[in-house]
């Protein structure tokens, strides 16, 4: 069974309407299904799939996910520009859920926990043709972002959106 690539993602939340809210301002996602308190169905734009992130409520007093325990560490969610990125990470800035940034070199990528303590990486995939070759230290290292605007570009589209523009 050759995996294509993943098609969603479902999480457990405390409280649906408050993590529908975080989603939908941090990352535009629009809602397809909610029923109120207990689940909700979100998209991303352009999106082909049904629904990209689906939330359940486990209530107000469920722990939280904690570092080093089995478990998810993070979903990884791309966006087409780094112009995008840009305003992802003012937005997760903004609303202090931003808790680390790192240049992997073939990508450029913030790291951001939701209100439940869910942690996601956004990124950005640099340029097949600028990935570092077999020879070079491929290690990564801090994320300046106004470098890579510089370099790139904020338009610059690469990846999936790479296949999508007209």
Do not use: C
Not at 108 to 133: H, Q, T
Not at 139 to 163: C, F, H, N, Q, Y
């Amino acid at each position: 069974m050759p995996v294509r690539r993943l098609n969603h993602a479902v999480l457990y939340v405390r409280d649906v309407a408050r993590a529908v809210e975080f989603y939908t301002d941090v990352f535009g996602f629009k809602v397809d299904v909610d029923i109120p308190g207990r689940a909700a169905f979100l998209s991303a734009v352009d999106t082909l799939n049904d629904h990209d992130l689906g939330l359940f409520s486990v209530g107000p007093d469920a722990p939280g996910p904690e570092h080093g325990r089995v478990g998810l560490y993070h979903l990884a969610w791309e966006v087409g520009t780094l112009g995008e990125l840009a305003a992802v990470a003012d937005k997760i800035n903004q609303r202090g859920a931003l808790v680390g940034s790192t240049n992997h070199l073939v990508s450029k990528s913030l790291y951001a926990k939701d209100p439940d303590g869910n942690e996601f990486e956004i990124m950005w995939r640099v340029p097949r043709e600028d990935w570092p070759s077999a020879t070079e230290d491929a290690r990564p290292s801090a994320l300046d972002l106004e470098e890579s605007l510089k370099r790139w570009g904020p338009d610059l589209k690469t990846g999936a959106a790479a296949g999508s523009a007209t």
